[in-house]
């Protein structure tokens, strides 16, 4: 059935006051999973047993605070439907008035099942004889649930457990004690929701917002808020208030900088007469198999609601490809003794770094499925570009491998490799790239593969003798970056095995990579603990400990076909694109503005770094297969966005900046005051990986397209 038909069925009968449960979100996210009920008592929603459990406030449906003290919006007044309207396309209107001496607020709701969701649009309008000062106001609807699990788009998963044990308070935290409370601004939001998921009742519940700045807000820039508070034991709020602030038990604070909270002044509202505010937004109720799935829907939902396809006016794929070409040969540097890219600028000391931060390794495998087009765009011969492939990979190989896996860093000034320097990400990363750069390189007569596939094979031994140990016991999703170059390795040693030997020294590589990737499944899959440790400058949540299972997962389903490995793929999918913003954030005067920066493509970096990267760019190629994958049209076409749209804030030398200031965050600069840190943007730390994640997304989406005949 298609989604136009859909809609006109909606359309039909909602015009009952109940609306029917139906299937299954992964059936169709445009049929709600709900029963909605809108009364003089107030707006409840019932899942498929009839109970209700999502519902406006018992004191009354709407409520309004007039007064500010201790940093929090004090004097709440509720007020309950006086009366109710239903219209002929099955909308429900609720209207009531709250009484003030000398004057009163009129209030109206409208509620319609649109699409799967139930949309609100409320209203209200100040009738006095003078201005009202310090309003807060609010959309509040109670969840029921003994101790649910939290989720804020790129701010809170469950609670955020590893973040808190390892940063001390430096990101949100949440543990469904009575009295505490997580709001942020709206525009902190990538996907602008709320949502709770019951584990023992089976069911989760969202609070979707149209993000939007306050009017006569006592804070310059002063926008609504989004997040969750817990009001007694098993009760909980999903609520929008215009302006109040604060987290970890702190009120009128906000995540202002990576150490922790910063002072936010008092944000609330001066209603003069006459004054008219709107503020929509969507609910949804749905039963949930799987523990910590919940938010699988939340995401697709966020990313369909608001539909941030267009690259119109981003610049194109292969203009951002031959940028980031030209860029990457700025970095080449090479002795007598070495050749590869280095991390740095120019004026900083030289370093060849596998990984993470450096993707020395990453070029080497980009530039060979890239290297006709790429010599199209610059006029390069394609020998030179793959003698780059050659040479620095070929210099790479030499890295010492232990049983302790292999440094990471070389040293041109020195002329060694920093033996004490080594970690997971950065290893599991650098394995990869030289696994796809075999792969690529077997099929080009004029690039030797031996040195790398020797290294390939000692740096993949130390990894499945890790893995396979009786005692291996990582500490965070980081060694999740192992996945997928153990089972791309033996697809590759399997093929090429000559005897018995061969054949079962690739067994073991596969044998490590289901174990791997079945021990993080079970480990992170039901959200108890959430991705995480996955890049490192911050141990929490993150969306690269998220990226680490998903393109391990992926890798494993395309090797080995299991259904299971797609499952977990799209879970872990679903987490990394929670951090992709969906909508574009309006920004004040400064440097994003300067260029009318456009936010939707790109993703915010942890829950503790809150700025956005171009990192969305590297799993964007992984999205589009995932999509192929499952017949998620939306993955499909967002992917695209994320490559192009990151490509905004290139300069004429091909660079780009890391740190793009959305909210009330800064890493960089004088961060002295909260008001003056949303809408900068430092481009002071030109790190290489800002370059390589192109080009290596880029040469992933040259694979997957040979696969279904697109070309991007």
Aim: glycine fraction near 8%.
């Amino acid at each position: 059935m298609n989604r136009n038909l859909r809609c006109l069925l909606s359309l039909l009968f909602s015009t009952l006051l109940f609306i029917p449960l139906s299937g299954a979100w992964g059936e169709s996210l445009w049929e709600s999973q709900f029963s909605w009920q809108a009364d003089r008592q107030g707006v409840v929603l019932k899942d498929g047993g009839g109970t209700v459990r999502l519902a406006s406030p018992e004191e009354g449906l709407w409520a309004i605070a007039l007064g500010f003290e201790q940093k929090a919006p004090t004097d709440w007044r509720f007020a309950r439907p006086e009366s109710v309207e239903r219209l002929p396309n099955g909308s429900v209107v609720l209207s009531g008035t709250l009484a003030l001496d000398g004057g009163k607020i009129l209030l109206r709701d409208i509620y319609t099942e649109e699409n799967g969701l139930l949309r609100g649009v409320r209203r209200f309008e100040y009738q006095g004889d003078k201005p009202l000062e310090h309003v807060t106001l609010s959309v509040r609807f109670v969840y029921h649930a003994a101790d649910p699990q939290t989720f804020l788009p790129g701010i809170l998963y469950n609670g955020n457990p590893s973040g808190e044990k390892m940063t001390k308070g430096r990101v949100p935290a949440y543990h469904n004690r009575p009295g505490e409370f997580a709001f942020f601004e709206d525009h902190r939001f990538p996907i602008p929701a709320a949502s709770f998921e019951d584990p023992a009742e089976h069911n989760a519940a969202a609070l979707y917002t149209l993000p939007s700045p306050a009017r006569r807000g006592s804070v310059a820039d002063q926008w609504w808020s989004l997040g969750l508070q817990t009001t007694g034991e098993g009760t909980h709020e999903l609520d929008i208030f215009s302006g109040y602030v604060g987290f970890n038990d702190l009120k009128s604070v906000v995540k202002g900088i990576q150490r922790g909270p910063m002072d936010y002044p008092e944000a609330t509202l001066r209603l003069v007469p006459g004054e008219v505010i709107e503020k929509t937004f969507w609910l949804d109720l749905w039963p949930v198999e799987e523990r910590g799935t919940g938010l699988e829907k939340v995401v697709r939902r966020g990313i369909e609601l608001f539909e941030p396809y267009s690259s119109d006016g981003f610049p194109s794929f292969d203009s951002i490809l031959l940028s980031k070409f030209r860029f990457a040969v700025t970095r080449w540097i090479e002795g007598d003794t070495y050749a590869g890219f280095n991390m740095y600028p120019a004026f900083m000391d030289p370093k060849i770094v596998f990984g993470w931060c450096g993707q020395a390794d990453s070029c080497g495998f980009s530039f060979l499925p890239l290297a006709d087009r790429l010599s199209r765009l610059s006029g390069i011969p394609t020998a030179a570009i793959y003698d780059y492939a050659q040479r620095s990979l070929d210099h790479l190989s030499t890295a010492p491998v232990d049983q302790n896996g292999f440094p990471v860093i070389y040293d041109p000034a020195g002329d060694r490799w920093e033996t004490d320097s080594r970690d997971p990400v950065s290893m599991g990363q650098g394995m990869y790239n030289f696994a796809k750069a075999v792969a690529a390189g077997r099929k080009i007569p004029e690039i030797d593969t031996s040195k790398w596939e020797d290294f390939l094979k000692k740096s993949v031994t130390f990894a499945a003798n890790r893995v396979l140990a009786d005692d291996w016991s990582p500490v965070s999703t980081a060694e999740g970056f192992f996945i997928a170059p153990l089972i791309l390795a033996y697809q590759l040693f399997d093929a090429s095995a000559e005897n018995d030997q061969q054949r079962a020294e690739a067994d073991r590589f596969r044998a490590a990579a289901i174990k791997a990737a079945d021990y993080y499944a079970a480990r992170h899959k039901s959200m108890d603990e959430p991705y995480w440790g996955g890049t490192l400058d911050a141990s929490c949540e993150d969306k690269e400990g998220a990226w680490a299972a998903f393109q391990g997962f992926l890798t494993m389903y395309e090797v080995t076909g299991q259904q299971k490995y797609l499952d977990d793929a799209l879970h872990a999918g679903a987490v990394c694109l929670s951090y992709l913003v969906v909508w574009d954030i309006p920004l004040p005067p400064g440097r994003l503005s300067d260029h009318a920066f456009k936010s939707r493509g790109w993703t915010v970096v942890s829950v503790q770094n809150q700025h956005l990267d171009v990192y969305g760019v590297l799993f964007a190629p992984e999205i589009k297969r995932l999509g192929e994958l499952t017949g998620i049209d939306s993955f499909k076409e967002i992917s695209q966005v994320m490559f192009r749209s990151c490509g905004q804030l290139i300069d004429e030398f091909g660079s780009q900046g890391e740190q793009i200031q959305q909210t009330n965050f800064a890493q960089a600069g004088d961060m002295s005051d909260v008001l003056k840190l949303r809408g900068g943007y430092n481009e002071s730390w030109t790190v290489f990986w800002i370059t390589a994640h192109f080009l290596n997304a880029a040469a992933r989406f040259a694979e997957y397209d040979a696969m279904d005949g697109t070309n991007p």
